[in-house]
């Protein structure tokens, strides 16, 4: 038996990835962005899917976008 023809590319390459936000197991090649472009390997993408990246970064401009009304009194 050849060690070769025991493992195939599948087995080597992680195809799914938990996402660290929401704990749910995804795909990792259409669900995760790619942070290092450069690089080859899976380490590349990132570890928190595409919807909770989008839903972080939203929040945290609703929370530092400060409205006039917050910063005046209203005399």
């Known amino acids: 038996m050849d060690f070769e023809e025991e493992f195939e590319l599948e087995h080597l390459l992680f195809k799914e990835r938990k996402c660290r936000s929401c704990d749910q197991v995804k795909d990792l090649l259409t669900d995760f962005y790619k942070i290092r472009k450069g690089r080859l390997n899976l380490s590349a993408y990132s570890y928190e899917c595409k919807e909770c990246t989008i839903k972080r970064i939203l929040d945290a401009r609703k929370r530092s ?6 910063i005046y009194p209203d005399w």
């Open 65 to 70: 976008h400060k409205r006039v009304s917050d």
